[in-house]
């Protein structure tokens, strides 16, 4: 498959989808790279995912806001603004948005991420999906 060069705007933003309370917006999905994942997350405070781990590495800027990251059961720590976290494959991570939410930039190693997402949203009906669905859903992605 040849990748095609491709910019996206802001008014060429795809609707963002809904995901354990995020907004996450798809900027670059593996189909359109033919490997990596580039998504816009926004969350309001207390949002995040569990505890959860994947066969992907992600990477995550904090562009506005504070959020608290746990990986592989470390104390949280607090990201601000700048803060790049880097999350390897397999490794169990998590975070939650602080007072105020905010915004940050994440990037995977590989498609799946974008389905994924696509998938809980399309379960979501406005809320969050029982905790079966979600872990059938994440369990087709290799996440648990």
Sequence with gaps: ????????????????????????????????TNSYEIFLQEGEEGSGPEPHDHPW???????????NFNVESEVPRLAEP??????????THWFRWRPGGGAMLSIT????????????DAASAG???????????CGRYGCT
Excluded: C, W
Excluded at 9 to 29: C, H, M, W
Excluded at 127 to 137: A, V, Y
């Design 127 to 137: 809320g969050r999906p029982p905790r079966e669905t979600m872990n059938e859903i």
């Design 57 to 67: 590495d992600e990477s995550f800027f904090v562009i506005r806001g504070a959020v």
């Design 82 to 91: 700048g803060t790049l976290v880097h999350v390897p494959a397999g490794r």
């Design 1 to 32: 498959m040849t990748v095609q060069p491709f910019i996206v705007d802001r008014p060429q933003y795809p609707a963002p989808l809904k995901v354990v309370g995020e907004s996450i917006t798809v900027l670059a999905s593996g189909a359109a």
């Design 109 to 120: 190693s590989r498609e799946a991420a974008s389905r994924m997402f696509a998938d809980i």
